[in-house]
C-alpha cells in the first residue's frame, strides 16, 4: 500500500462531500500503489525513513586487518576513522486541489476522478522529477540544482560535485575519477566496469564495488547501442564467434525524466553498483514526513479542499557507487588507470 496518510476536518462526512470521502481516498491509494510500484527514484536512491529535521551521513575507513603475532603473541589493535560526512535537510511540499459542491450534487464522476488522480500523479512525478534534477544536474558538473522553488546541493561528502575527476581520499591514496567522456560501447562498458572494481576507500583500501546496473535517459540511439552490447551471448563487435562477456549480467534502467535535465544532444550514460548504494548512501533520498492528505470544506466557497503535505529530500553522499561516461569535456577510463 502506497504511503500515504490521510485526516478529516469536522463535519466534513456529515456534509455533501461525506459520500465522496472514501471513493476519493481508494483513488488516491490506488494511485500511489501504482507509482510506487513504476517509481525509478526508487530502484536507484538508497530510501531511508528520518525522525528529525536532518540526518548525517558519513563513513567509517576499513581496518588495517590481521598481523602475524607469533606464538603466545598479544593481540595487536585495530581500529577505523571517520571519513567524509553530509548532512541532509527535509524539505517540505505542499499541492492542493478542491471538488466544489456542484461536481458532488451532479455526481460529476470524470471530475470526482480526475481532480484526486492528477493531484497524486502530481505527487509523485514531483518526487521523479526532483531525483532527475539532481542526477542530471551532477551529470552537467553543476554544483547545486533548482528545482520546483528550492535549492540543492548536488556535492558529496568530500565536497566535490558527484561526478568529479579528482576525488580526494581522506587519510591517504591517490585521487579519483568518477567521470568520463567516452560514448557507450561493448568495449567502454567493459573498460568503466574495470575502473569501478579497483575504486578505493579514504585509506587506500580496494572496495570490492561491483557495478550491476546501467542507467540512461530515454535516447533511441543510445538504448540501441546498450541493448545490442549486452543483449547476445555472442560478442557484437566480432563475426559472432567470440563469447560476450557481458551478457546477462547488467540492469538496464531507461529514465525518461532524466532527458529534460541533460545538456540537449549528449547521451550520458551511468554505471551504478546498486549493493554499494544501498550499504554506504552514494544516492540518499530522505523520508521525514509521507504524503499526508487532510479534507476539509471552505466556509466561504463550499469546495470541498484536499490538501497534500509531505516533507522529504534527496542528495549524494558516497561518489564510489556511480560513475558516469559520455560526458562531453571528461577523461577517458583508458587514460584514467584501467
Known amino acids: ?8 476536518g469536522s463535519g466534513v462526512n456529515n456534509s455533501i462531500f461525506g ?51 607469533g606464538e603466545n603473541g598479544a593481540y595487536p589493535t585495530d581500529g577505523q576513522e571517520e571519513g567524509y560526512s553530509k548532512v541532509l535537510e527535509a524539505v517540505t511540499w505542499k499541492d492542493s486541489f478542491s471538488l466544489s459542491r456542484e461536481i458532488v450534487e451532479d ?18 512525478r514531483t518526487r521523479e522529477k526532483l531525483g532527475a534534477a539532481l542526477l542530471g544536474g551532477a551529470i552537467k558538473g553543476d ?25 580526494p581520499a581522506k587519510l591517504k591514496g591517490d585521487a579519483q575519477c568518477n567521470l568520463f567522456s567516452d560514448a557507450f560501447s561493448a568495449n567502454a562498458l567493459g573498460m568503466l566496469e574495470v575502473k569501478m572494481q579497483n575504486t578505493r576507500g579514504d585509506n587506500d583500501e580496494i572496495l570490492d564495488v561491483a557495478p550491476d546496473t546501467i542507467l540512461i535517459p530515454n535516447i533511441h540511439s543510445l538504448k540501441k547501442t546498450v541493448f545490442a552490447a549486452i543483449g547476445a551471448d ?26 529534460q535535465f541533460i545538456t540537449a544532444g549528449t547521451s550520458p550514460w551511468l ?36 490538501r ?29 588507470g584501467v
Open 19 to 69: 459520500s465522496s470521502q472514501t471513493a476519493v481516498r481508494m483513488l488516491i491509494e490506488k494511485r500511489g500503489e501504482q507509482f510506487e510500484r513504476e517509481s525509478i527514484v526508487n530502484r536507484i536512491f538508497k530510501r531511508d525513513n528520518s525522525s528529525h529535521w536532518a540526518e548525517k551521513y558519513t563513513s567509517l575507513t576499513a581496518m588495517e586487518g590481521f598481523k602475524v603475532a
Open 234 to 259: 555472442k560478442d557484437p563487435e566480432t563475426a559472432n564467434n567470440g563469447f560476450n562477456y557481458q551478457f546477462g549480467r547488467w540492469n538496464v534502467i531507461v529514465w525518461p525524466y532524466l532527458n
Open 143 to 167: 554544483a547545486s540544482a533548482s528545482y520546483a522553488g528550492g535549492r540543492f546541493d548536488l556535492k558529496t561528502s568530500d565536497g566535490q560535485t558527484l561526478f568529479y575527476a579528482a576525488h
Open 308 to 336: 497534500g503535505y509531505a516533507r522529504f529530500t534527496a542528495g549524494f553522499h558516497d561518489w564510489r557507487g556511480i560513475a558516469a561516461a559520455g560526458v562531453g569535456g571528461a577523461s577517458p577510463p583508458s587514460s584514467a
Open 271 to 306: 554505471l551504478m553498483d546498486s549493493k554499494y548504494n544501498e550499504e554506504y548512501g552514494s544516492l540518499i533520498w530522505l523520508d521525514r514526513v509521507p504524503l499526508d492528505v487532510r479534507s476539509t470544506v471552505d466556509e466561504n466557497t463550499d469546495a470541498n479542499v484536499w
Open 1 to 8: 500500500m502506497a504511503n500515504i496518510t490521510f485526516s478529516e
Open 107 to 124: 455526481s460529476k464522476t470524470i471530475d470526482l476522478r480526475k481532480k484526486p488522480a492528477g493531484f497524486v500523479t502530481a505527487y509523485y
